[in-house]
């Protein structure tokens, strides 16, 4: 285990030859921890995709993967692969992105890449806030929080990246709903034991979060799972296990009304050694239940399918009508995160418990 910087001198020592502007930052600089390296968790940055059958040769039903999908395009980065980089900077139809993934906070985040008209390209700065990963840009050193999308530290402190709707859903998933769609390759340019588990039982219930200096919010174990979701000033968060029982739920924050999906059938990738072997946390997504203005009622049938009640569409738990007079049409998706309760804790401390 490597060592824990415990002081603003040590942390200097660490970054002495990076180009970051120390100066302007929103953060104190005691809430850095250092851990490893800078880029010693290489980003992948000329990613190669395969298609669903390629990857079914060696992907489980179960493993977990991210799904982004921007107009016709859709895209796995499974986290087999994701724990070992942390980031993927890609772009889809055109459209320049970063896919991240923490797994101390099991936090998967996708941004839009551009700031001003340029393109950031990012990387892994071996540092932590929160247990949560700091990414920075090659650009300019900047220090950006992978949780929130924020710059914490140098020429683009307190800017925002704008961040993309994503899901973490089983593979089996992502292609019933999206046949062609494109999965991340392990031909990453890296030897690395992708399907491997490094972090075996992080995610006991009874666990302590790795590396972290805050405060624990005792309302939950802090690594219980939670769907947290953010709008404007306000946040809420669901406990997994909450959702288990009510798997279609809709509410309402900040005049936003959403409904929620919960399916079973996805594997931790912080459990087994092996992580299609993980134990089943199941999958969520948030989305808009309106389509031109009618409001849709979702509800499961016998089989446990998601179905609409005004036209007995079937639905994928990515938000798509997948059989029924609405097959193919997609509803809007909201930015939520499955995630650890002490981080989504952290970075939304004024979050109500559902």
């Not at 797994?103 to 540092?127: A, D, H, M, R, W």
């Amino acid at each position: 285990m490597i060592n824990l910087y415990n002081n603003r001198q040590q942390l200097m020592v660490h970054t002495q030859n990076w180009k970051t502007y120390w100066n302007k930052r929103i953060i104190s600089l005691d809430e850095i921890v250092p851990v490893k390296q800078r880029d010693s968790i290489p980003s992948i940055d000329n990613p190669q995709f395969v298609n669903i059958d390629t990857a079914k040769t060696y992907l489980s039903d179960q493993t977990p993967v991210i799904s982004v999908q921007l107009a016709d395009e859709a895209r796995a980065y499974p986290l087999e692969i994701m724990m070992w980089h942390e980031i993927v900077n890609d772009t889809i139809n055109g459209i320049p992105i970063t896919v991240t993934y923490c797994p101390l906070c099991s936090s998967e985040f996708v941004y839009s890449s551009v700031i001003n008209g340029k393109n950031l390209q990012f990387g892994t700065s071996g540092l932590l806030r929160n247990s949560n990963l700091i990414m920075y840009d090659r650009q300019t050193d900047s220090l950006w929080q992978q949780f929130t999308g924020q710059a914490l530290i140098g020429d683009y402190v307190n800017r925002s990246l704008n961040p993309i709707p994503s899901n973490v859903v089983s593979f089996k998933k992502f292609y019933s709903t999206y046949p062609n769609g494109l999965v991340l390759s392990r031909n990453t340019g890296f030897i690395r034991d992708y399907g491997n588990n490094p972090y075996v039982n992080y995610d006991q219930i009874t666990n302590q979060p790795l590396f972290f200096k805050g405060i624990i919010d005792t309302r939950l174990p802090a690594m219980q799972r939670v769907l947290g979701i953010q709008i404007g000033n306000n946040a809420l968060a669901y406990p997994l296990y909450m959702l288990q029982t009510s798997p279609i739920i809709y509410n309402t924050l900040n005049n936003v009304e959403y409904v929620i999906f919960y399916n079973s059938g996805m594997s931790s990738a912080l459990d087994s050694p092996i992580i299609s072997e993980g134990k089943d946390v199941g999958m969520t997504g948030v989305f808009i239940p309106y389509l031109n203005g009618e409001r849709l009622n979702f509800t499961k049938n016998s089989l446990n399918q998601i179905i609409d009640t005004n036209t007995n569409s079937t639905w994928s738990i990515l938000g798509k009508a997948l059989s029924g007079p609405l097959k193919g049409i997609q509803l809007t998706p909201l930015v939520h995160g499955d995630v650890f309760w002490f981080a989504w804790s952290s970075f939304y401390p004024n979050t109500s418990l559902t």
